[in-house]
């Protein structure tokens, strides 16, 4: 793991957990529309984990939090963030902050659903609620 990445992370634990705590709350709210305990239908996931991020505030932060990441790693942004793509994109694992600075584009994931897929053609792939949010961060050059 590289040092931006590190610094990354280490500010995001530090000064913003109540955000990652506020995504899983989101991603829960949603599962109880669910029927069971899965869906196959990423669209709708992703429309009502961003309709419900927006409504608990949390989606309007989230460029506030990719800026918080960046600052720790020393860099800075070519341009203020915003909440919407390129910077925040809502996908079928969760929202995603991304910047590109001077060694590359970081990358950082919050999951909180994971897709499993099966090897037969026929069969849609499954969202399943993490325990959690699992938080990757990458630097990609």
Do not use: K
């Not at 995504?23 to 669910?34: K, L, N, P, V, Y």
């Amino acid at each position: 793991m590289s040092h931006p990445v590190r610094a990354a992370r280490r500010r995001l634990r530090a000064d913003h957990p109540e955000t990652i705590t506020a995504i899983d709350d989101c991603a829960t709210r949603i599962t109880h529309e669910w029927d069971t305990a899965r869906t196959t239908n990423p669209e709708t996931l992703v429309e009502s984990l961003r309709a419900e991020l927006e409504s608990a505030g949390v989606l309007e932060t989230l460029p506030t939090i990719l800026a918080s990441a960046v600052d720790a790693t020393g860099y800075e942004l070519q341009a203020q963030p915003v909440a919407a793509p390129p910077y925040v994109v809502i996908t079928s694992r969760g929202p995603v902050l991304r910047a590109t600075i001077d060694p590359g584009r970081l990358v950082i994931r919050f999951d909180v659903f994971e897709v499993v897929r099966t090897d037969e053609s026929d069969q849609r792939a499954e969202y399943h609620r993490l325990d959690g949010v699992r938080m990757e961060i990458s630097l990609v050059n």
